[in-house]
């Protein structure tokens, strides 16, 4: 059953990038909606 814990590890992976660019675009486009 370790496969299981990869695969858990990896989804942990993924939500947190998709979490941080998800921070990341919208700060960038809060600096854009600023400057404008």
Do not use: E, G, P
């Not at 695969?7 to 404008?36: G, N, Y």
């Amino acid at each position: 059953m370790d496969y299981v814990l990869i695969v858990f590890a990896l989804m942990i992976l993924a939500l947190i990038c998709v979490f941080a660019f998800a921070l990341w675009s919208q700060h960038r486009v809060a600096r854009k909606k600023h400057k404008k």
